[in-house]
């Protein structure tokens, strides 16, 4: 008998890779992020580093949940497709993929560089931006093979940098911490200016991007409504570790001096600014042999992270643009899948050519300057995106909130978002007004994009803001699956029925979830706010109790609560909205639930937006006695 190939990204990645490809996209920008922020911030920039933390931290809860909720390709482009249209969705996923082309350029170019410390020759033309080139072109290669082999490789390069990073801060604070210097290296208004300091502000954001990477991956995680919020906090707790423990132990081992002139600087934005974390090993007071080995030991550490930074904005530009065609914002070709690896292979090959032209001018200040555009415009629909989901859908199912949530016009909304909201607008309009390269080429390349957008849509005669997926071919009449990507399991009252859901998880591919649809019904008669209060906790708990009994079995499963007037319709446009391959309903244990599963089973079998599977039932949904383990299929 066939098979039909699931569909989509294989789900093949944990909390290991989820952590390692962030961080290597996030750690990795204090490498060159350094020396271009401490060239402004001066005596300021741990603060600065600090300030920039604050809003990746509410970012970060924003991106957890979002990407709990939506554990599909995308990022902040699907949480605004979920929240306002596709208009709004594109524009955010359009500037994210600037961020992500930066991200493979920039980082792909200091690689060659920070190995300069064995190869003097490639830390110059045309050694960087031939070694930057390669770089590129074997992440490109290791991509379209799949991403089990490139998370492998994220982890074990991932947990050596992060570490060796902590050594590096616990060795300056025994061999050069001084914290008095540290105070009076700071002239507020005068080393650092007023306009300095804003200038380096707008600057610090580039070291924080790269959370949008999770979000991308989520589709291809296990258990993305438990794994995705783990990998965020632990990516937002090592990276606020490392960067201020990093920023503090480099102005004590290269603090801000004075010259003749009265021109005040530090040699983390002069001297060593392509190579800032060489410049504190250097200022260590090591000698010798020891010396020549620290240098060594931390250009090839570099090298790694900077090679996991490329590799994740390979991953994250891939499954960005996977997630825009499949959608209809890009054309089909950058949904095409490789026929043996199931990655999207022209995707990976298109946008590493972009980056590896990038890269061939060697102007690394206009990367970076540029770098932060895209991505604090993301940022800032993501927050107003998790915002507008609490207000228009209380009731859809969380498997994480963001903290700090308040009362407003009768919704919950999180002030981790409106805060984040605030702050990341607020930093993308300093990048726009104080940089002339984001003002030009990045409302260029916004403008370029909504154009080619909305031409595209005129083209398929479809209109820009409504939401349209890519048809897939229809399955040949009679064909059966021998497994499905996804079921949709509908639970009508407080009785669950465990082994139910374990038959449901047994005819599904062995990565696949189970959604367990709590639905309950609303009589015509009554207001749907009103008089509820006592069902919902009881919903709420059979959902618990649904939620822990699978866990205990291993069973993956995601839970939520809907309220409907008419139950089948309501399930039959959720597995339409869900793009269910299967609806797996039991009848089991439902006695007194007669009138409410027979015309909702019809409605369903009616309706069939999938494959439907009605256990202990015939064709109609009438109960069969004794038949309680024979599914009947439709």
């Known amino acids: 008998m066939a098979r039909l190939k699931t569909r989509g990204l294989r789900k093949t990645v944990g909390v290991p890779g989820l952590f390692a490809t962030a961080y290597g996209n996030v750690g990795s920008s204090i490498y060159y992020a350094l020396g271009l922020v401490a060239a402004h911030a001066l005596g300021l920039t741990p603060v600065v580093f600090l300030f920039a933390g604050g809003l990746f931290a509410l970012t970060a809860k924003t991106y957890a949940e979002g990407a709990a909720m939506f554990p599909e390709a995308g990022g902040s482009s699907s949480f605004a497709r979920h929240a306002f249209n596709e208009v709004v969705s594109f524009i955010a996923g359009w500037g994210l993929s600037l961020d992500y082309i930066l991200t493979i350029a920039i980082s792909a170019f200091f690689v060659p560089h920070y190995l300069a410390a064995f190869f003097p020759a490639l830390g110059h033309a045309p050694g960087d931006v031939i070694g930057g080139v390669a770089v590129i072109a074997l992440l490109a290669l290791v991509n379209i093979r799949g991403l089990g082999e490139s998370a492998n490789l994220n982890i074990a390069l991932a947990v050596l940098d992060l570490f060796t990073q902590a050594a590096l801060v616990v060795l300056g604070a025994v061999l050069v911490l001084h914290p008095s210097l540290l105070i009076d290296q700071v002239h507020l208004g005068v080393a650092p200016s007023y ?52 920023s503090v132990i480099a102005l004590s081992a290269l603090p801000v001096t004075q010259d003749a002139s009265g021109h005040y600087a530090t040699a983390l934005g002069t001297k060593y600014a392509d190579d800032p974390v060489l410049g504190i090993v250097s200022a260590l007071h090591l000698h010798g042999t020891l010396a020549t080995a620290a240098q060594y030991y931390v250009g090839a550490l570099a090298a790694t992270i900077l090679l996991i930074a490329t590799n994740a904005g390979m991953i994250g530009i891939s499954r960005l643009s996977w997630s825009l065609a499949e959608h209809r914002q890009l054309p089909g070709v950058f949904a ?11 995707t990976i090959v298109f946008f590493a050519v972009i980056a590896a032209a990038l890269v061939l001018p060697g102007n690394t200040a206009f990367l970076g300057n540029l770098y932060s555009f895209g991505a604090m415009l993301s940022f800032t629909i993501a927050h107003l995106s998790i915002i507008a989901l609490r207000r228009r859908e209380p009731d859809r199912y969380r498997p994480y909130k963001a903290p700090w949530n308040v009362r407003w016009r009768g919704s919950e909304i999180p002030l981790t978002a409106a805060l984040g909201a605030l702050g990341t607008g607020a930093a993308f309009v300093s990048v726009v007004v104080l ?15 909504l154009a080619g957008y909305l ?56 990565d696949a979830v189970v959604e367990a649809l709590y639905v309950l019904e609303v ?21 618990d ?46 006695p007194s639930r007669e009138r409410l599963l027979s015309p909702t089973v019809r409605y369903i079998l009616a309706k069939r937006p999938c494959r439907v599977i009605v256990e202990g039932g015939d064709a109609d949904g009438a109960r069969q006695p004794g038949a309680a383990a024979t599914p009947a299929f439709a």
């Open 195 to 246: 306009s300095q300091l804003i200038f380096a502000v707008s600057i610090s954001m580039l070291a924080y991007t790269g959370i949008e990477t999770v979000s991308n991956m989520a589709e291809e995680a296990r258990d993305p409504g438990e794994q995705v919020p783990k990998a965020v906090n632990l990516v937002l707790i090592a990276v606020l570790g490392i960067y201020a423990g990093i």
């Open 336 to 346: 095409k899948l490789h026929p043996r690896f199931d990655t999207p292979w022209f």
């Open 435 to 449: 940089h002339t390269e984001a003002r030009v080429i990045g409302t260029a390349w916004i403008a370029a994009g």
């Open 455 to 510: 031409l595209y849509r005129r083209h398929l005669g479809i209109d820009p803001r409504v939401q349209q997926r890519v048809h897939r071919p229809q399955r040949p009449l009679g064909f059966l699956d021998l497994s499905y990507k996804s079921a949709l399991m509908p639970i009508f009252g407080p009785e669950i029925d465990p082994e139910a859901m374990y038959r449901a998880a047994a005819v599904v591919d062995p």
């Open 523 to 543: 009589p015509r008669e009554q207001q749907l706010p009103e008089g509820f209060e006592q069902q919902e906790y009881e919903a709420r708990c059979a959902l």
């Open 545 to 590: 109790e649904a939620r822990l009994q699978a866990r205990a079995r291993g069973l993956k499963v995601r839970v939520r609560l809907i309220r409907a007037r008419n139950p089948g319709r309501a399930i039959v446009e959720e597995a339409i909205e869900r793009n269910s391959d299967l609806i797996y309903i039991s009848t089991e244990h439902a």
